[in-house]
């Protein structure tokens, strides 16, 4: 791998702590990685801990009540530090050849803006940056040359294989099917938020999980991918494949299907992200497939899974249906893990929501949002429509 | 897809036929090809309905007594006609961007090498050039600049996800497992021909097809693909896949597998081969997972099946040894579709054959040939070998 520098918008969470390892695996192998910038919430010890094996030359934390604990830390490890909103921009706007994008939610999007004005090269791991502003972010990054390298496990298998991006066909999403995958429609009704947690292959975020039990998730990751690698909607499958050992397909004009499998350890992806347009050495666990036995597929199920067709549905109608879906979701998911609405209620809101806002006199919801700020007035629309549907449906 | 030259050597075949449909059907799409010549060995009525449809400048028949007919037949569409070996021959030396070398079996190898010679980019059928003459083929290949594409579904499938060959950590060839996957031993022992033919998956020859059933074909495909990708025996696993649905893979150090898939056409692979490093629309039926249901995987049991120990322990021992062991079981094949030996006696026919060579005062087997001469020398000394042990164990 050629030495290059980079920076980390979010090192303290797991993809980024997982970024930390890889490159500490590359550095122990030789390779040169100057890091330029970090960022974290407000988890002080991990960002120490970080910065004690990265030598960052600056972090950032978001809280900024916490800068001057930070300064106190940092400065015995030479680390330049700031807080505060303004300082997680500049920490993508540092110079540095690769920034990893794994702040989680709207707070990743200036800083990672930020990156791709100057043309990094912007490894992908928070999805607001294409589900909520995915045309404005695809042309920002085409107009000043910074390369995205998505992360996110399906479409980075997408990414491995895309060698003729003139001649696809199609694109297959895979998808666990979540902890409901066999349950009867009677029992998602009354499924607890900790029964929609449970999922049967990753260990994720509550929110996160929700979405995998919705396929929800993977309605947004369709979202993504349409904006990521300029696909309809009509052209992207999704394929419920329970093991989650073929991250995703690429199909090609001459029958031909190609396929990224591993085992799920997000440091695959990231190592391929870094090492990119190479590949690293990584000690990942090794897929054995005499050992896995058996994959199956089977077509997702439409009826219980609505979320699926409310994405579609999204991205045909237009960038601005797409921000209101992800964020009247995300009121969503909160009104049932606060116990307020069933699981089948989630759906239901987001689809009520959007029916509100395309009905809306503002029509807000019909043209493309041209700037971030109009990005935000559609997001927040979408929650205010979702949080009354919520409501009334808590109320009932 | 460029507008360009092709031959076909062995138009009348499986294979042969299959390209002459892709042909047909890129040129329907405006490709423009024009092809130069076409060989077929005495099937004349299906070398004069390829040459209809294909309209070579020049065609070749092997049976020199077809020369007159041939000429009767072909003259009214304007096709230069030669016979025998040195009109195959002449075949692959005429000027062609691309060359099918689909003859089956060692007659293949002269007019292949009069193609690599030129420089041509050769899609490789025939088995022969590799398992045969593996590293004289290859070096001519790269001392003429010839570009190697395979069209063996498994070679073809590493080929297209062969992204960075300098990053492979292992090849993984897949294999049906044949008619005896799940059989017990003794009812191997007393296989009959026409159960040893019965494959599931695939039609196909006789011979190849008891190749197939004892992996012996597996065995073969592992030496061409050590030679053809340059990895040693130990970096190609072989997996027993019955689907046949992922027709290889290839592993990464970071941990990624690529995979290619497809439904079993050969129309697919030739097509790849014939567009690269672009793709073909080829109607071969699409890929339908969701379908297929289920993909499994074991590992082979070297107990039932010692072909594959056997080819990796000639791999090990050298070209000479590769060389030795296709000749051997191309009569221990023989001899047990004669109903000579039983269908176990294969593998025993080969591996005593291999200790009789390797035991030999002559030490044929312990040095690489350095000439096709010499390679016919090993290949005689192995057939021999092989008919005396078929014969003593035919005898018992």
Known sequence: ????????????????????????????????????????????????????????RFAAVADPALLLDARDALAPLGVEVGAGVGALEEAGARRADWVMSAIVGAAGLTPTMAAVRRGASVALANKECLVCAGPLFIEAAKAHGARLLPVDSEHNAIFQVLTHPERVEKLTLTASGGPFRTASKEAMAVATPDQACAHPRWSMGRKISVDSATLMNKGLELIEASYLFGFKSDLIDVLVHPQSTIHSLVHYVDGSVLAQMATPDMRIPIAYALAWPDRALVSAARLDLAGVGQLTFEAPDSERFPALGLCRAALNRGAA?????????????????????????ICRVVEEAMSELEGAESGLIAKSPTSFDEVAAVDQAARGAAQRIAGSLAAA
């Open 1 to 56: 791998m050629t030495a290059r520098s980079v920076s980390i918008l979010g090192v303290t969470g797991s993809i980024g702590q997982s970024t930390r390892r890889v490159i500490e695996e590359v550095r122990a192998q030789g390779a040169e990685i100057q890091v330029e910038a970090v960022t974290a919430g407000a988890n002080l010890p991990a960002l120490v801990e970080a910065c004690r094996s990265l030598r960052p």
């Open 321 to 345: 249906a797409t921000t209101a879906i992800s964020a009247a979701n995300e009121i969503a998911v909160e009104a049932f893990l606060s116990g307020r609405i069933g699981f089948l209620d």
